[in-house]
């Protein structure tokens, strides 16, 4: 992955993530949901903290 732009590098990580959340909920188990709230919860934090 390459861009230009930082911010168009983080909406491709936002993509990127999304779908690492999806395949979480897909897994429907136990341990996969809450690894995917720990996720869910730090990609937010990183995420948002790249866009400001």
Same mark, same amino acid.
């Given at each position: 992955?390459?861009? @230009?732009? $930082? @911010?168009? $590098?983080? /909406? #491709?990580?936002? $993509?990127?993530?999304?779908g690492t959340l999806l395949a979480?909920?897909?897994? @429907? ?5 809450? /690894?995917?709230? #720990? #996720? $869910?919860?730090? *990609? *937010?934090?990183? *995420? ?5």
């Amino acid at each position: 992955m390459a861009a @230009r732009d $930082l @911010r168009l $590098l983080v /909406a #491709y990580l936002v $993509l990127v993530s999304v779908g690492t959340l999806l395949a979480g909920i897909g897994m @429907r188990s136990p341990q996969a949901v809450s /690894a995917l709230l #720990y #996720y $869910l919860i730090h *990609t *937010t934090l990183i *995420t948002g903290g790249c866009f400001c």
